[in-house]
């Protein structure tokens, strides 16, 4: 099971999610209560070792903004939430980077298609609210042997069976492991990659 674990803003979140085993971490570059500068996501990236991918994370911006934004950070994934296009995955994709592109239930269909993204994600219609929603709706989706990330309103309680029912690939969290909005519990941090594992 891939992890993700989201949000991070403290070394100290960083280090508590890869010692637990993520495979992913993400910094959110947009307004959010989690938003880091990309001069504070230059820094968290230091505590990142190889083998595991930072990611940029944005909602409404362009394409070619979010790249920028990404590039002076020193990141080179980038996730994109929003309505984006094909040719959105070919500018990530020509600058370089990788993508992981967000999707909810409510997208249109030919937005589920394998657009050439390295992760397709499937959130909660608004990302970072900690909503959960009906995962196993994904199942009528056939992603087959797509590789996609389950995410809103995760928590270390509810993932596996969220997994379970969903059939998912990996997971991506983030206001399931925090005390309050924006503040990562690094002991929930721990719990989630754990039980996401197990
Ligand atoms: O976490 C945010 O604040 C955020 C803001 C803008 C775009 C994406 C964001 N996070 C993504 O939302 C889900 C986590 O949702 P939840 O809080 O666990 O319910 C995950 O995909 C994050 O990468």
Wanted: some cysteine; hydrophobic content about 40%; proline content about 4%.
């Amino acid at each position: 099971m891939f992890v993700k674990v989201c949000g991070l803003s403290t070394p100290e979140s960083v280090q508590a999610a890869v010692e637990s085993g993520a495979d992913a971490v993400g910094f959110v570059l947009t307004k959010s209560p989690r938003e880091v500068s990309a001069e504070q996501a230059t820094h968290l990236l230091k505590g990142v070792p190889e083998g595991v991918s930072a990611v940029g994370v944005f909602r409404h911006e362009p394409a070619a903004e979010a790249i920028a934004t990404a590039r002076d950070a020193g990141l080179e994934w980038i996730q994109l939430h929003g309505r984006r296009t094909r040719e959105d995955v070919k500018t990530v994709h020509d600058a370089g980077m990788r993508l992981i592109r967000a999707v909810t239930m409510g997208s249109a269909p030919e937005e589920f298609e394998d657009w050439g993204e390295e992760l397709l994600l499937i959130d909660a219609a608004v990302p970072g609210s900690g909503e959960s929603w009906d995962y196993s709706s994904v199942r009528n989706l056939g992603l087959g042997a797509r590789r996609w990330l389950l995410a809103g309103g995760l928590t270390p309680s509810n993932v596996g069976t969220a997994t379970a029912e969903a059939q998912a690939w990996g997971v991506d969290v983030s206001s399931g492991v925090e005390s309050s909005r924006g503040v990562k519990d690094l002991n929930l941090v721990r719990s989630f990659v754990e039980a996401a594992k197990a």
